[in-house]
């Protein structure tokens, strides 16, 4: 019997701890009409990732939408200078990006062409 709870134990810290070191970094989004949540559910210490969750909020009517998008990064793969993030819905492009990591603009595509757009930080 201790045998099985050693190796259940054992197993169990081999097959649980990668899931658990895996913190999500989670940014909030302030603007002036939107405010929105975003959650990186990539390990720690990757710059590119492809599962981001997006949960935005209109400030005008409290309607809101939840998305999965993906990081947006430049010069890579020499560098990848990380810039924002880019989350699609249909014929909708949302995307939340900086130019120098004080002031953050979000701006929503319709088909190619800006529909909204709102600035703000990112903490």
């Known amino acids: 019997m201790k045998y099985v709870i050693a190796v259940l134990g054992f197993l169990s810290v081999c097959f649980l701890w990668p899931i658990s070191s895996q913190a999500q970094e989670i940014h909030v989004f302030e603007g002036k009409r939107f405010t929105a ?71 929503v595509f319709e088909s190619g062409k800006v529909i909204s757009s709102d600035s703000g930080t990112l903490e």
């Not at 959650?39 to 909020?57: A, K, L, M, Q, W």
């Open 37 to 107: 949540k975003i959650i990186n559910n990539c390990p720690e210490g990757y710059v590119t990732c492809e599962d981001v969750t997006f949960s935005s909020r209109s400030k005008k009517t409290g309607k809101g939408i939840t998305l999965k998008g993906r990081t947006v990064n430049l010069n890579c793969p020499e560098v990848c200078d990380f810039r924002g993030y880019e989350f699609k819905n249909g014929n909708y492009t949302y995307l939340l990006l900086t130019n120098d990591f004080n002031t953050w603009s979000l701006n």
